[in-house]
C-alpha cells in the first residue's frame, strides 16, 4: 500500500513537471518516426530549444533552414501545449496530405508515450483529420485556403509550409483576424524556400511591426 502511494505521487509530480515545461515533456516522453531508425526519442537540439521557448510568447512567424526540423518541433510543442491545458482548439493548415502528417507526429507521440501519461488524458477521438483529447483539446487538419478559417473559433493556427500554399495574401487576410484576439495566436513557418509575401511579412516583423514575432532557425550542429 505504501509503496502504491508513494508510486502516485511520484508520477503525480512528473506530471506537474510535464505541465510546467515543455522540454522536460519531450525530453523524458515524447517519441518521433525516423525514416530509416522508426521511433526514436525527440531529443531537441539547443536551436529547436530555443525555438520551443519563443512559441510560448505569442504570434510567431518562422524562416527555417531545410532540415531544421521546424514542422516536427511545431507540432510536438502544440501537442504539449493541447495535453497539459483544457480545451485548446489547435488548427494545422497546409497542403491537406501534409497538415494530415503534423497530426500523425501527434499521434505517433500520444501512442508511444507511458501508459500512466495516456491515462492522465485519454485521446478520445482519432480521426484521420482529427485529434481530440479527454480534457477538451482538439487538433483539426484542414486545407489553407482564403475560405478556410470562417466562422473558426480556435486558439491556435498553424499554418506549416506557408511558401507553397496558394493565394497567400487572402489567406492572410483570412487567418489575421482569428490569431488577433488576446488569448490566440499564430505560427506561421516557411521552410527553404520563401515567398515575396513571407518576407515581407517576415521584414515587417522582424522591424517590429504588426503581432507577429519573427524567428530564424538555423540548425548549429
Known sequence: MREHLLEKLRLRKEIV???????????????????THGTIPFHPHDYQVEYIEALTKGNTIVHAARQAGSSLTTTLYLFWEGFFQQKKQVLAANRVDLAVDNLQHIRHAYMTMPSWLRDYNPM????????EFANGSYFTAITATEHSFRGMNIDTLFIDNFSRIQHQEDVLMAALPIVSYPDSKGIIVSSG???????????DSANGLGTFTAIKIVPDY
Request: proline content about 3%; overall charge negative.
Open 17 to 35: 513537471l510535464c505541465e510546467q515545461d515543455p522540454i522536460h515533456f519531450m525530453l523524458n516522453y515524447v517519441n518521433c518516426k525516423h525514416s
Open 124 to 131: 478520445v477521438v482519432n480521426d484521420k483529420m482529427r485529434i
Open 193 to 203: 524556400d520563401t515567398s515575396e509575401v513571407f518576407d515581407d511579412m517576415f521584414s
